[in-house]
């Protein structure tokens, strides 16, 4: 079922998506070598907890997992695409890109974001995937327009990525996708990162979406851990990973979680 979100809820979804975009851009700043990706765990739920807020990913339950969550951040590093979990073990080292990805529950409302940074001096090849990735979503953004469907934003992102003039291969991943998001960090309708041009679920004003490309160097294959929530690439290579949530309105859609 699809929820449009009330004048009331939209408020406390701009001010939840303010706070998260806050949060994630302090952790950004704290990526560098020698950090573990649990340190950057901590520090999220520390700067959550200051704000009176709840991390929205700590003890989630997906469908068919074993455990719940075991952090408020998902940290992905490399050839992980998504959902890899915090450990004080992993450590960052010079060349990596690193996924931050935070989910926020603020006065009841749910707001998701992600980024993927480098981690000190990284290749070119895998900084023009994370530029790729960042601009495959601000194409998708400005697909979702009341009116359009879910399916022009998949267009949008699709057609825009395989547009890319590079000698580098990018794998849109198909497996997972973006989703409906406020009273619930996961609602319908999904949100392929592809698709057909008026397919799918129509945008209407007040429905609020989180987009989310994630792009691998190479195919769109990916493969799930034995803890049943980390994926990563199947042939090894780099995945990025970026995300907003976002209010359908009359004209230009508003992005909730902008850094203001
Ligand atoms: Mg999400």
């Known amino acids: 079922m699809i929820i449009i979100k009330t004048d009331e809820e939209i408020k406390k979804l701009r001010e939840g998506g303010k706070r998260l975009a806050t949060i994630l851009y302090k952790v950004k700043e704290k990526v560098a070598p020698g950090v573990s990706t649990k340190d ?11 704000m009176g ?12 997992a074993s455990f ?15 959902h890899g979990i915090p450990s004080k073990d992993k450590v960052l080292q010079e060349g990596d890109v690193v996924s931050i990805d935070l989910g926020l529950k603020h ?3 749910f707001t998701d974001m992600a980024l993927t940074v480098p981690v000190g001096n990284v290749n070119p090849g895998a900084l023009k995937l994370l530029e790729v990735t960042q601009k495959a979503l601000e194409v998708g953004i400005s697909a979702a327009q009341a009116g359009n469907t879910v399916g022009d934003i998949g267009y949008a992102i699709e057609n825009f990525v395989r547009s890319q003039k590079s000698n580098q291969q990018y794998g849109i991943v198909e497996v997972l996708s973006g989703h409906g998001v406020g009273r619930a960090i996961h609602e319908d309708p999904y949100i392929p990162n592809f698709g057909k041009k008026g397919k799918g679920v129509k945008l209407v004003k007040g429905m609020v979406i989180a987009l989310e490309p994630m792009l691998n160097n190479g195919t769109k294959n990916v493969t ?14 780099k995945s990025a990973h970026f995300e907003h949530t976002i209010l359908i309105t009359d004209g230009e859609p508003e992005v909730l979680t902008k850094f203001r």
């Open 68 to 82: 719940p969550f075991p952090a408020s951040l998902c940290v992905s590093v490399n050839d992980e695409v998504v």
């Open 224 to 237: 799930l851990d034995d803890d049943g929530y980390t994926f990563r690439t199947a042939d090894g290579k």
């Open 107 to 109: 006065e009841g409302l």
């Open 40 to 50: 950057l765990d901590d520090y999220a739920f520390k700067l959550i907890k200051e």
């Open 53 to 64: 807020d709840t991390p929205a990913f700590l003890n989630y339950r997906p469908e068919g």
